[in-house]
């Protein structure tokens, strides 16, 4: 069993940077890919960014690109989501997820989520 834990959302400005971070339990969160994934009120949930259990493959959606960072740090269990120059459109619930097995697109294990509102 792996539980995540989401972080650092909150209520902005746009413009403003927020730094989400989503610590995993488990010993071999290293071996675990791990995405980033939001869903605003009354829309479906989508995925934002994604990063491989190595770190040498990261993925965006095209609405964050050269806005938001996925990154990980493996000797603290967390990885974190970097997003600047947010904008009203960004608000949504963002949930953490992670991958542990290999050779299927689906996530595991899912955080509670953290909410970002951004006001314009």
Known sequence: QVQLVESGGGLVQAGSSLRLSCAASGRTFSSYDMGWFRQAPGKERESVARIS???????????VIGRFTISRDDAKNT?????NSLKPE???VYYCAARIGVGYVGYDYWGKGTQVTVSS
């Open 53 to 63: 259990r190595s770190g040498g493959s990261i993925w965006y959606a095209k609405s």
């Open 90 to 92: 960004d608000t949504a």
């Open 79 to 83: 990885v974190y989501l970097q997003m």
